[in-house]
């Protein structure tokens, strides 16, 4: 997935810390994070986000997986 995940981040505490004080900003902040996602809806993204980090949680225990034989190939 191709997002800017740190601006989704701040986008979204924005949205929810003004939604949360019941701020005049949440309308604008709404806007903004609608703005920004496009076409998606924040489920949507919340769920290829949970798929990607999973997909990497796979690639990251299948490369610990083939550590030992890489070090014991080097030793």
Known sequence: MNIDKQ?????L???AASYRADC???KHNT???QDFLGEKTVE???LELLAENER???QLGQL???L???VAAHG
């Open 7 to 11: 601006k989704l981040q701040k986008l």
């Open 68 to 70: 030992p034989d890489k």
């Open 56 to 58: 990497l949680t796979q």
């Open 31 to 33: 806007e903004a994070l």
């Open 44 to 46: 949507e993204v919340a």
């Open 13 to 15: 505490w924005a949205e």
């Open 64 to 66: 610990i997986d083939e």
């Open 24 to 26: 005049a900003n949440w």
